[in-house]
Nanobody, 124 residues
Framework: QVQLVESGGGLVQPGGSLRLSCAAS????????IGWFRQAPKKAREQISC????????YYADSVKGRFTISRDNAKNTVYLQMNSLKPDDTAVYYC?????????????????WGQGTQVTVSS
């Protein structure tokens, strides 16, 4: 079964860190770009980061730039999102997906595959 599975979410205090993982099963990630987006209650879906298949191109939304870092380990078939200096506004369900493209300006809103999401809650 082709799927992406996110993990690593949880409850963290403001200023804390989490590392999200996006693991693929049923296919290999090395030829795919990966994007992370998030959905908070009553807010529009927000693209936050992507990484190209070669890792030569990355994108970060202004809201997370300088705090989040995307990386990939093709040997482990996994992409990571390191999130530092977390804020309450970062509270959302985080999803990973395989967009049709990733550029320095964002990624496509159409995906080959997407995961079920992992909840991140930033609260004291």
């Amino acid at each position: 079964q082709v799927q992406l599975v996110e993990s690593g979410g949880g409850l963290v205090q403001p200023g804390g860190s989490l590392r999200l993982s996006c693991a693929a099963s049923g296919f290999t990630l090395d030829t795919y770009a990966i994007g992370w987006f998030r959905q908070a209650p009553k807010k529009a879906r927000e693209q936050i980061s992507c990484i190209s298949s070669s890792a030569g191109t990355t994108y970060y939304a202004d809201s997370v730039k300088g705090r989040f870092t995307i990386s990939r380990d093709n040997a482990k078939n996994t992409v990571y999102l390191q999130m530092n200096s977390l804020k309450p506004d970062d509270t959302a369900v985080y999803y990973c997906a395989t967009p049709y493209y990733c550029s320095a300006y964002g990624f496509s809103n159409d995906f080959h595959v997407w995961g079920q999401g992992t909840q991140v809650t930033v609260s004291s």
